[in-house]
């Protein structure tokens, strides 16, 4: 069993940076793949990014360049620092990891692939 906990979400003008830390229990963090979802009011949750056991990553298209998603297995954390903040970014985000070490691209941004998930932290960019 795994326990997640998220951290570091708030309110950010655009432009703005913000990290967002997830926190898991657990004695084999390493092995697991962790991703980042969000849930915007209205919407279904999405694949933000993902980091494999072996460090590989994935994003999706809109945070390309904006996003960097890794990892401290030694503190048992995986991190989100999110630069230049858009409005469209607004969303609570969840993180999760998967007992699978290492996907493609197709499985790392399905939801079914992820095994455990945080309770969410509240991102809004204001305009």
């Known amino acids: 069993q795994v326990q997640l906990v998220e951290s570091g979400g708030g309110l950010v003008q655009a432009g703005g940076s913000l990290r967002l830390s997830c926190a898991a229990s657990g004695r084999s963090f390493s092995s697991y793949g962790m991703g980042w979802f969000r849930q915007a009011p209205g919407k279904e949750r999405a694949f933000v990014a993902r980091i494999s056991s072996d460090s590989s990553t994935y994003y999706t298209d809109s945070v390309k360049g904006r996003f960097t998603i890794s990892r401290d297995n030694v503190k048992n954390t995986v991190y989100l620092q999110m630069n230049s903040l858009k409005f469209e970014d607004t969303a609570i985000y969840y993180c999760?990891?998967?007992?699978?070490?290492?996907?493609?691209?197709?499985?790392?941004?399905?939801?079914?692939?992820?095994?455990?998930w945080g309770q969410g932290a509240q991102v809004t960019v204001s305009s």
């Open positions: 999760a990891a998967d007992r699978f070490s290492v996907r493609g691209s197709s499985g790392s941004r399905s939801l079914t692939s992820y095994d455990y």
